[in-house]
């Protein structure tokens, strides 16, 4: 007799998620025990490192990933990765198991409410009305977490997976295709605007397809700017024509974009402010068109036209269509805070990003998390091919390392590496056991200064006194190495120098993850 446990695993298999993120709860023993061989088990120690490391998988893989959590507190504590994942438009099937069906009723021990645990962060939550609807309720989530890129939820209760399956009509199609043409006739609006612009600037965002937006960037011969708080570099940042972040305040945005009448943001939101300033996002007399295949972004977008198609279609169509325009001048990307040898003292984070960036490969994998170093990193590290720049576009934390863990799994011969400061790799530490465990060669920069410095700036920039200690007593060399995982500590330039020509000539090779304790002080010219 054929169960609803092997149906749902002849679905998994047709979408390709045969890897099994996951930290296992009781509700999920019958699912878990005795799995096929041809199903990968991958433990993370914390629900929020399960869904990290699905992230990063998803990622590198470019298609959707399997995590699976436990009822109530699994979701919960994975909760703040879901957001994050769905922000960051990263398609998952999350199954969360519950408490057995046939008591479920008496909300017996581990009975949860789970439908709206997560909020709206889930792009499709459901729970089967029947257990014979859960394969059919597993693929509808891998296509709407593909079609709406993010995060799709089913609840299962345990004893489903025992029950018959015979016969079944599933609730889903076997296949989705998703035509991404787009009609010149549609797209005559822009290529109106585009044309007559006097000046113009792209803004390139996470959602834009490197290929045809350089293609189009180079036909309209203007400067592309990265949005703010973007999940991936949307253009190349060592290309002529890249000019920088664009600013996270309205003041300085008005005044970097004021030179140009037509702005087209392409995959990027219009546009990602912290903190609140007051004031217009441009300046009257500049037009605004965004190009994005995400519906909300579109529709909160303060623009003058928005094209809801896939950007890579469009730009690939606006490229053979727009006139092609004289070159005009390219804004530089603003200029390094110090990054010079220090002199007896602790290191600056701009001088290891410096060091780092010397030594880089080109198709490495960068995951940051260090927001105190944000700007040098952005300035000092470009992005030179589409995964050289990955980060949470939410802004919580905890995303780059179990991410960094999920990404080398998905790519096991690219390069991967995290730079992290300490206050983040604290939220994800768990990771670093899973990385030990399963022998994933990524590199784990931690740049340790033993605060929160935005948290400081963000008081002092207040006026008055912060409440929260430093926290210099965390040692992360002994936590990680406590996890299995290899790591040393750094505090000064040769040793930095030695750590980085050991190590990064062979990341693409490696096979045990190294995490480098990185003491840096807090740079007094550093603003957030």
Not at 118 to 129: D, F, K, L, N, S
Not at 170 to 192: F, G, N, Q, T, W
């Amino acid at each position: 007799m054929s169960t609803v446990r092997d149906a749902a695993f002849a679905v998994l298999r047709r979408h390709g998620l045969t890897t099994i993120f996951c930290n296992p709860g009781s509700t999920e023993v019958s699912l878990l025990t005795d799995l096929p061989d041809d199903l990968r088990f991958v433990l993370a120690l914390h629900e929020g490192s399960v869904v990290g490391m699905a992230t990063g998988w998803a990622i590198g893989h470019a298609a959707p990933a399997l995590a699976v959590l436990h009822t109530t507190a699994g979701l919960g504590n994975a909760v703040g990765a879901i957001a994050t994942a769905r922000v960051n438009r990263v398609p998952l099937v999350v199954l969360v198991g519950q408490q057995d069906r046939r008591h479920l009723a008496l909300e017996p021990f581990l009975a949860g409410r789970l439908d709206g645990l997560a909020g709206e962060y889930p792009v499709w939550t459901h729970q089967p009305v029947r257990a014979q609807d859960v394969p059919g309720a597993l693929a509808r989530a891998c296509h709407e977490a593909v079609t709406r890129r993010g995060p799709a939820l089913v609840v299962v209760p345990m004893d489903d997976w025992a029950a018959p399956y015979e016969d079944e009509t599933p609730a889903a199609p076997a296949r989705v295709l998703r035509p991404a043409a787009v009609p010149d006739d549609s797209l005559a609006p822009l290529v109106e605007l585009l044309a007559g612009a006097r000046s113009l600037a792209i803004v390139a965002g996470a959602g834009a397809s490197w290929g045809p937006l350089v293609a189009l960037a180079e036909r309209l011969a203007c400067p592309v700017f990265q949005e703010s708080f973007g999940a991936l570099a949307g253009f190349p940042q060592d290309h002529p024509q890249y000019a920088g972040v664009l600013p996270a305040d309205r003041g300085r945005l008005r005044t970097t974009l004021a030179p140009y009448d037509v702005v087209l943001a392409v995959g990027a939101p219009v546009f990602r402010q912290s903190p609140y300033a007051p004031g217009p996002l441009v300046e009257p007399g500049t037009t605004v068109a965004v190009v994005t295949d995400d519906p909300a972004e579109a529709h909160r977008s303060p623009a003058a036209l928005a094209v809801l198609a896939p950007p890579g279609a469009v730009c690939e169509r606006l490229a053979a269509l727009v006139p092609a325009r004289p070159p005009g001048p390219v804004p530089s990307p603003p200029g390094l805070l110090d990054a010079g040898v220090p002199a007896g003292g602790p290191l600056r984070a701009a001088y290891v990003l410096r060091e780092l960036a010397r030594r880089l490969p080109r198709d490495v994998v960068l995951l940051e998390e260090t927001p105190s170093s944000r700007p040098d990193l952005h300035r000092l590290v470009p992005a030179r091919n589409p995964l050289g720049f990955v980060s949470a576009a939410m802004g919580g934390l905890g995303f780059a390392v179990p991410a960094a863990v999920g990404v080398r799994m998905a790519l096991p011969t690219r390069p991967v590496v995290a730079v992290v400061g300490d206050g983040s790799a604290l939220y994800g530490v768990h990771a670093l056991w899973s990385a030990a465990h399963y022998r994933v060669g990524a590199l784990f920069v931690v740049l340790a200064n033993g605060r929160y410095a935005v948290m400081d700036r963000l008081a002092d920039r207040q006026g008055g006194k912060a409440p929260w200690p430093p926290f210099t007593e965390v040692d992360m060399t002994t936590l990680a190495r406590s996890l299995g995982c290899p790591a040393r500590r750094v505090d000064g330039p040769a040793e930095l120098a030695a750590a980085f020509d050991e190590v990064i000539p062979s990341l693409a090779a490696r096979e045990e993850p190294l995490l480098l304790d990185v003491a840096v002080t807090v740079d007094p010219d550093f603003q957030p």
